[in-house]
C-alpha cells in the first residue's frame, strides 16, 4: 500500500538556523514527490517536486528537498530559518499508477523562534 | 490566490442541516479534488472529477454527496453530518489525471463544524 510518513508532529527551530522536516514514503512504483505548505488560515501551497533527476530538488522560499531512493526519504531543509517559515508541512506521494491522486503525509508543524 | 476559490470560507450546521461547499477554478483544469483534513490526520483524499465524471470514491459516507455540474465547478452536498465530520475541507483541481507536469492548485478550503 502506498503511505507517508511524517514522523515528526513538530519541530523547533531557533530564526537563523538549518531546518530539516522529515518525509519518508512507500509506493510500488516511481515516486513523484512534493512538499506542501500550509499557512494559518490558507490553503495549500506548493513548495517543490522531485519526478526525475537530481536528487537535490530546489524550491520556492529556499527551501530544497533531498530524495534519498535507498532510504525512501525525502526531507525538506533549509539553511537558515526564518520566523515567517513557522506553518504547518506536507509531504505527499502520487504514484505513478494511480490516476494522479496525491497520498499526504499527516503534516509537521514548524515553529522557527526570533 | 491560488485560482481556486472555495465558498464559504467557515460553516457551522447542526446534524440535521442540509448544505453545500462550492469550489471554482477558472484555470483551464479538467480534473478536481475533494480532500478532508481533520487535526493530526493525515488529508483524505473523498472524491476526483475528471471531465466532470466521478472516477474514485474512496469509501466515503453518502452523507457527503459531490456534484461536478461543469469542469469549472465542483460542489460538495451535506446531509445529517455528525460532529466527527468537522474538519477542513480542500479543494483542488489539476490540468489532467495523470498530468505530473501539475501539481495540482488548491482552494483556502472551508472550515467545517458540526454541532
Known amino acids: 500500500a502506498q503511505s507517508v510518513a511524517q514522523p515528526e508532529d513538530q519541530v523547533n527551530v531557533a530564526e537563523g538556523n538549518p531546518l530539516t522536516v522529515k518525509c519518508t514514503y512507500s509506493v510500488s512504483g516511481n515516486p513523484y514527490l512534493f512538499w506542501y505548505v500550509q499557512y494559518p488560515n490558507r490553503g495549500l501551497q506548493f513548495l517543490l517536486k522531485y519526478i526525475t533527476g537530481d536528487n537535490l530538488v530546489k524550491g520556492s522560499y529556499g527551501f530544497e528537498a533531498e530524495f534519498n531512493k535507498s532510504q525512501t526519504s525525502f526531507h525538506l531543509k533549509k539553511p537558515s530559518a526564518l520566523v515567517s517559515d513557522s506553518a504547518l508541512y506536507f509531504c505527499?506521494?502520487?504514484?505513478?499508477?494511480?490516476?494522479?491522486?496525491?497520498?499526504f503525509g499527516k503534516g509537521t508543524k514548524l515553529s522557527v523562534k526570533p | 490566490e491560488t485560482g481556486v476559490t472555495q465558498t464559504p470560507r467557515h460553516l457551522v450546521m447542526g446534524m440535521t442541516n442540509k448544505k453545500s461547499l462550492k469550489c471554482e477554478q477558472h484555470l483551464g483544469h479538467n480534473a478536481m479534488y475533494w480532500y478532508k483534513q481533520s487535526a493530526k490526520k493525515p488529508l483524505e483524499l473523498m472524491f476526483v472529477?475528471?471531465?466532470?465524471?466521478?472516477?474514485e470514491n474512496n469509501s466515503v459516507p453518502s452523507r457527503f454527496s459531490p456534484e461536478c455540474p461543469n469542469s469549472s465547478h465542483l460542489f460538495l452536498h451535506l446531509h445529517t453530518l455528525q460532529p466527527e465530520d468537522s474538519a477542513l475541507y480542500l479543494c483542488?483541481?489539476?490540468?489532467?489525471?495523470?498530468?505530473?507536469?501539475?501539481?495540482?492548485?488548491f482552494g483556502q478550503g472551508t472550515r467545517l463544524t458540526v454541532v
Open positions: 483542488a483541481s489539476s490540468q489532467d489525471l495523470s498530468s505530473f507536469r501539475d501539481d495540482g492548485f
Open positions: 472529477y475528471s471531465l466532470e465524471e466521478r472516477v
Open positions: 505527499a506521494v502520487r504514484d505513478e499508477g494511480s490516476q494522479g491522486n496525491l497520498i
